[in-house]
Protein backbone atom coordinates (compact mmCIF):
# COMPACT_ATOMS: atom_id res chain seq x y z
CA UNK A 1 0.00 0.00 0.00
CA UNK A 2 1.67 3.11 -0.95
CA UNK A 3 1.35 6.80 1.00
CA UNK A 4 -1.41 9.15 0.71
CA UNK A 5 -1.01 12.94 -0.32
CA UNK A 6 -4.12 14.85 2.11
CA UNK A 7 -4.26 18.21 1.10
CA UNK A 8 -5.40 20.41 3.74
CA UNK A 9 -9.04 21.23 1.81
CA UNK A 10 -9.59 17.21 2.99
CA UNK A 11 -9.05 16.10 -0.22
CA UNK A 12 -6.57 13.25 -0.72
CA UNK A 13 -4.55 11.11 -3.84
CA UNK A 14 -2.01 8.13 -4.01
CA UNK A 15 1.83 9.82 -3.79
CA UNK A 16 3.00 9.76 -7.19
CA UNK A 17 6.36 11.53 -5.99
CA UNK A 18 9.69 9.76 -5.46
CA UNK A 19 11.45 11.09 -2.72
CA UNK A 20 14.88 11.13 -3.40
CA UNK A 21 16.59 10.73 -0.11
CA UNK A 22 20.10 9.48 -1.88
CA UNK A 23 21.80 12.60 -3.13
CA UNK A 24 23.85 11.16 -5.96
CA UNK A 25 20.50 9.21 -7.17
CA UNK A 26 19.95 10.36 -10.72
CA UNK A 27 16.94 12.92 -10.79
CA UNK A 28 13.95 12.64 -12.76
CA UNK A 29 10.68 14.81 -13.14
CA UNK A 30 8.48 14.72 -10.65
CA UNK A 31 11.19 13.80 -8.19
CA UNK A 32 11.70 15.62 -4.41
CA UNK A 33 15.43 15.67 -3.76
CA UNK A 34 17.00 16.81 -0.80
CA UNK A 35 18.16 20.46 -0.58
CA UNK A 36 21.42 20.17 -1.46
CA UNK A 37 20.77 18.24 -4.62
CA UNK A 38 18.39 21.01 -5.42
CA UNK A 39 20.66 23.76 -5.16
CA UNK A 40 23.33 22.16 -7.72
CA UNK A 41 20.68 21.38 -10.25
CA UNK A 42 20.25 23.42 -13.14
CA UNK A 43 17.46 26.17 -13.33
CA UNK A 44 15.29 24.26 -15.85
CA UNK A 45 15.70 20.66 -14.22
CA UNK A 46 15.03 22.48 -10.37
CA UNK A 47 11.27 23.63 -11.97
CA UNK A 48 10.43 19.47 -12.87
CA UNK A 49 11.09 18.79 -9.07
CA UNK A 50 10.28 19.29 -5.65
CA UNK A 51 12.63 19.93 -2.64
CA UNK A 52 12.85 18.46 0.85
CA UNK A 53 14.22 19.74 3.98
CA UNK A 54 16.16 17.78 6.89
CA UNK A 55 15.12 18.94 10.36
CA UNK A 56 18.58 20.32 10.04
CA UNK A 57 18.32 22.07 6.92
CA UNK A 58 18.50 26.00 7.11
CA UNK A 59 15.60 27.41 5.28
CA UNK A 60 17.25 30.38 4.64
CA UNK A 61 19.24 28.38 2.09
CA UNK A 62 16.53 28.78 -0.04
CA UNK A 63 15.52 32.12 0.43
CA UNK A 64 16.83 33.29 -2.97
CA UNK A 65 14.52 30.74 -4.82
CA UNK A 66 11.29 31.11 -2.33
CA UNK A 67 9.75 31.51 -5.75
CA UNK A 68 10.73 28.67 -7.50
CA UNK A 69 9.76 25.89 -6.27
CA UNK A 70 6.32 24.59 -6.76
CA UNK A 71 6.64 21.76 -3.79
CA UNK A 72 9.15 21.98 -0.65
CA UNK A 73 8.53 19.41 1.28
CA UNK A 74 9.81 19.18 5.38
CA UNK A 75 10.75 15.59 7.04
CA UNK A 76 9.80 14.89 10.35
CA UNK A 77 12.00 11.87 11.19
CA UNK A 78 10.17 11.44 14.20
CA UNK A 79 6.95 12.21 16.07
CA UNK A 80 8.42 14.33 18.99
CA UNK A 81 11.08 16.27 16.43
CA UNK A 82 8.94 19.75 15.80
CA UNK A 83 11.71 21.20 14.02
CA UNK A 84 9.53 21.34 11.05
CA UNK A 85 6.91 23.53 12.71
CA UNK A 86 9.56 25.90 12.62
CA UNK A 87 11.19 25.53 9.39
CA UNK A 88 7.32 25.78 7.84
CA UNK A 89 7.04 29.17 9.70
CA UNK A 90 10.11 30.73 8.19
CA UNK A 91 8.87 29.34 4.97
CA UNK A 92 6.18 31.13 4.76
CA UNK A 93 6.41 34.14 6.86
CA UNK A 94 10.40 35.48 6.34
CA UNK A 95 10.63 34.26 3.08
CA UNK A 96 7.60 34.57 1.29
CA UNK A 97 6.81 30.96 -0.02
CA UNK A 98 3.65 30.85 -1.23
CA UNK A 99 3.63 26.97 -3.07
CA UNK A 100 2.50 23.41 -1.80
CA UNK A 101 4.48 23.24 1.55
CA UNK A 102 4.11 19.27 2.48
CA UNK A 103 4.63 17.57 5.24
CA UNK A 104 6.64 14.27 5.31
CA UNK A 105 8.20 10.96 7.25
CA UNK A 106 6.66 10.51 10.56
CA UNK A 107 3.20 12.64 10.37
CA UNK A 108 0.42 11.56 12.26
CA UNK A 109 -3.05 12.42 12.01
CA UNK A 110 -2.91 14.72 15.45
CA UNK A 111 -0.69 16.85 14.36
CA UNK A 112 -2.40 17.91 11.28
CA UNK A 113 -4.55 20.82 12.26
CA UNK A 114 -1.32 22.19 13.80
CA UNK A 115 0.86 21.74 10.71
CA UNK A 116 -1.44 23.47 8.56
CA UNK A 117 -1.98 26.28 11.24
CA UNK A 118 1.43 26.95 10.12
CA UNK A 119 1.17 27.12 6.64
CA UNK A 120 1.30 23.57 5.24
CA UNK A 121 -1.18 22.52 2.33
CA UNK A 122 -0.72 18.52 1.94
CA UNK A 123 0.71 16.09 4.63
CA UNK A 124 2.03 12.53 3.17
CA UNK A 125 0.64 10.46 5.53
CA UNK A 126 1.78 7.48 6.68
CA UNK A 127 0.85 4.00 5.61
CA UNK A 128 -0.78 2.79 8.72
CA UNK A 129 -3.19 6.37 8.99
CA UNK A 130 -6.35 6.20 7.73
CA UNK A 131 -7.51 8.80 4.96
CA UNK A 132 -10.77 9.59 6.20
CA UNK A 133 -10.27 9.93 10.46
CA UNK A 134 -6.93 12.44 8.88
CA UNK A 135 -9.80 14.59 6.97
CA UNK A 136 -11.77 14.90 10.07
CA UNK A 137 -8.57 15.64 12.44
CA UNK A 138 -7.89 19.13 9.63
CA UNK A 139 -11.64 20.17 11.54
CA UNK A 140 -10.20 19.15 15.17
CA UNK A 141 -11.47 22.60 16.61
CA UNK A 142 -13.61 25.29 14.45
CA UNK A 143 -11.65 28.73 15.66
CA UNK A 144 -7.98 29.46 17.25
CA UNK A 145 -7.24 32.02 19.76
CA UNK A 146 -3.59 32.56 18.77
CA UNK A 147 -2.18 33.87 15.31
CA UNK A 148 -0.49 32.20 13.22
CA UNK A 149 0.25 31.59 9.50
CA UNK A 150 -3.27 30.54 8.70
CA UNK A 151 -5.07 33.18 10.87
CA UNK A 152 -2.85 36.34 11.45
CA UNK A 153 -4.72 37.87 13.85
CA UNK A 154 -5.27 36.41 17.42
CA UNK A 155 -9.22 36.42 18.11
CA UNK A 156 -9.08 39.31 20.56
CA UNK A 157 -8.49 41.38 17.61
CA UNK A 158 -10.92 39.55 15.17
CA UNK A 159 -13.79 39.97 18.41
CA UNK A 160 -12.64 44.00 18.78
CA UNK A 161 -12.94 44.36 14.78
CA UNK A 162 -16.43 42.39 14.88
CA UNK A 163 -17.49 44.85 17.71
CA UNK A 164 -16.56 48.10 16.08
CA UNK A 165 -18.39 46.65 12.84
CA UNK A 166 -21.80 46.52 15.26
Not at 142 to 150: E, F, G, I, P, R
Request: charge should be neutral; charged fraction near 20%.
Amino acid sequence: MSSVILRADGTWTADAARLVRDATAEVVAGDIVPLSTYLGLALAVRAQVGVWLAPDSEPGELAAFASEPKLIAVDFPAFKDGRGFSTATLLRGRYGFRGELRAIGDVLIDQLFYLRRVGFTSFALRVDQDPETAVAALRTFTDVYQASVDQPLPYFRRRAALGALL
